[in-house]
């Protein structure tokens, strides 16, 4: 049971550049979520999806889209990459809808750098 | 509007210790709380969760917080803190979606 993976660990993108942060999870669970990480602001979240094929916008989801084709995948694209997008960011998933009070599980994280 | 609070970004202590992390939260629904643990260079790890039975949540690691609604808080303690409770801690309300207080970076001085 490997948790909540994400890939990559690193990246160093060029302004303008799209690249594609995955994110898996085998707990069957339900609902899954982005955030970034910027000091002094806690995690904000990005983007949700409460099940396969459907997803919502979280409090900062301007350059970013996602996509939900099956409950194991949630990847988070950026189609023009800006370094205000610089970040860390973390996926997470737990059961339930959206009423929900279980237990989030975090990734490890993805350091983007934008240059 | 739901929001976080964390009175000080940063907290020294002794070895052996209090710890006292403070939280304050504003929520127009009963809130569900949660206390958040971050070691260097890895993800979130939950602490301990609040979600409307016992006031006083005890958590692991010897953490516990008590959940004060008259003061809308959730102070996060622990009796005596240890070399490897230095991390950063985040206290997070949940109503349709999480949201996460700024952090406390906790250091723990031997």
């Known amino acids: 049971n490997a948790g909540v993976t994400q890939t990559p660990k690193f990246q160093v993108l060029k302004t303008g550049q799209s690249m594609t942060l995955q994110c898996a999870q085998d707990?069957?669970?339900?609902?899954m979520s982005w955030y970034r990480q910027d000091p002094g602001m806690g995690l904000r979240l990005i983007h949700y999806?409460?099940?396969?094929?459907?997803?919502d916008q979280g409090e900062v989801p301007n350059g970013y889209n996602v996509s939900r084709s099956t409950t194991e995948d949630f990847p988070l694209r950026l189609l023009s990459a800006a370094p205000s997008q610089t970040s860390v960011y973390f996926c997470?998933?737990?059961?339930?809808?959206?009423?929900?009070?279980?237990?989030?599980?975090f990734g490890p994280g993805t350091r983007l750098t934008v240059l | 509007a739901q929001s976080v609070t964390q009175l000080g970004s940063h907290v020294s202590v002794s070895e052996g210790a209090l710890v006292l992390l403070r939280c304050n939260y504003s929520?127009?629904?009963?809130?569900?709380l949660f206390w958040y643990v971050q070691y260097p260079n890895q993800g979130l790890q939950l602490l301990l969760k609040?979600?409307?039975?016992?006031?006083l949540v005890k958590g692991i690691n010897g953490f516990e917080a008590e959940f004060k609604k008259s003061e809308t808080s959730f102070h996060l303690t622990k009796p005596s803190a240890h070399m490897s409770d230095a991390a950063e801690y985040f206290c997070a309300l949940y109503g349709q979606n999480f949201v996460f207080g700024p952090g406390t970076r906790l250091s723990v001085l031997p």
């Open positions: 929520s127009s629904v009963p809130p569900y």
């Open positions: 609040y979600t409307s039975a016992a006031t």
């Open positions: 997470a998933s737990r059961s339930g809808g959206a009423d929900s009070t279980d237990t989030q599980y």
């Open positions: 707990m069957n669970h339900e609902y």
């Open positions: 999806s409460v099940g396969a094929g459907i997803t």
